[in-house]
């Protein structure tokens, strides 16, 4: 499956990355995180209606060991 990534709300984000397997929202100092097991991921800051680009998905993806079709697969 090779599907193209697209911008996600931040919600969608932690939808899915729960459906993953991570824990949270926590309150950070400057980020709400997830977690799972050692790996900790940092939500980005957004305001009200705007989604996170492809570019800064990729970048969570890639830090936190989520494959495209793991991703794809949690939609």
């Known amino acids: 499956m090779s599907s193209k990534l697209v911008a996600v709300s931040k919600r969608e984000l932690i939808r899915r990355l729960g459906d993953l397997g991570f824990d949270g929202p926590f309150t950070g100092t400057d980020h709400e995180f997830m977690t799972k097991g050692?790996?900790?991921i940092k939500l980005p800051n957004r305001h009200h209606g705007q989604d996170i680009g492809v570019d800064l998905l990729v970048r969570i993806l890639r830090d936190s060991g989520i494959s495209r079709d793991?991703?794809?697969k949690a939609a």
């Open 70 to 72: 793991e991703w794809f």
């Open 38 to 40: 050692a790996v900790r």
